[in-house]
């Protein structure tokens, strides 16, 4: 049976490069991307797929694409949650924590008719991240910081892939998270950082080997990952407590929850 896939963050770097994957496996691709000249470029390169503009930074477009999303598909297979960013302030955590929840939620009923595996680009940031679980979205003045405020939605993205598995596993839906390294990618030149990865090769890499990790999440036999787990290069990855702890994972989804009614 022809998968259906659903991309965020479709149009450039890893993104990208899991549609390429993708569409050479044969899946069906549902493209989310908010530059319009990109995604339409990438719709170009991937014949048969279907595009969607949305900017994640406002919620309200996140949810008329959710609607085009339900349209043209009865059932999800694989969610690939990659949209992001590095910015400073809340807006951290709404592009790349928020509108990705919202998504899922909004699709929830496609997921569990594809039994959907979520995979979900997260990053080794989250160990600085100073994410206030209870009001994710209150001014804080580290989040002044992009690397800091970054870090945070890493946490949230962490945290929302181990509730997700505890919640909708029984659903059938296998959420994982995995950390691509350092690519090089649009992303990257927005942060003179990555520059220092160029150092270290086996973390520094191209949009096509990370998203190889990415497509191995959606491919593997379910007995092979762990349902919430966290990957890089293929193996099971070590995130910070703050990042794992079942507490704070459950409270962050009701903070959330009660943001995007």
Not at 208 to 225: H, K, V
Request: glycine share 8%.
């Amino acid at each position: 049976m022809t998968r259906t896939v659903v991309v965020t963050g479709a149009s450039a770097g890893i993104g990208l490069a899991a549609a390429r994957r993708f569409a050479a496996a044969g899946d069906r691709l549902v493209l989310l991307g908010r530059d319009e000249r990109r995604l339409a470029a990438a719709g170009a390169e991937l014949p048969g797929a279907t595009t969607v503009r949305a900017d994640f930074a406002d919620l309200g477009q996140v949810r008329a694409a959710a609607g085009a999303v339900a349209a043209a598909c009865e059932r999800i297979d694989v969610l690939v949650n990659n949209a992001g960013g590095l910015y400073r302030g809340p807006r951290a955590v709404v592009v790349n924590h928020l509108a990705g929840f919202l998504l899922a939620h909004l699709l929830l009923d496609r997921l569990r008719a594809g039994r959907a595996r979520i995979v979900t680009t997260a990053s080794l940031a989250e160990a600085w991240g100073v994410l206030d679980v209870d009001t994710p979205l209150r001014p804080s003045p580290a989040h002044r910081v992009r690397w800091l405020a970054y870090g945070s939605s890493k946490q949230a993205n962490l945290l929302f892939t181990a509730e997700a598995a505890r919640r909708w596993g029984p659903l059938g839906i296998l959420p994982t998270a995995f950390f691509p390294g350092l690519v090089r990618s649009r992303f990257a030149r927005t942060s003179p950082l990555f520059t220092l990865g160029r150092l270290i090769p086996v973390v520094y890499t191209s949009p096509d080997r990370a998203a190889g990790t990415l497509q191995w999440l959606a491919d593997a036999p379910a007995e092979q990952l762990v349902p919430g787990g966290y990957y890089f290069l293929r193996r099971p990855f070590a995130a910070t407590p703050r990042s794992t702890s079942p507490d704070r994972a459950a409270r962050l989804w009701e903070a959330s929850l009660a943001l995007v009614r």
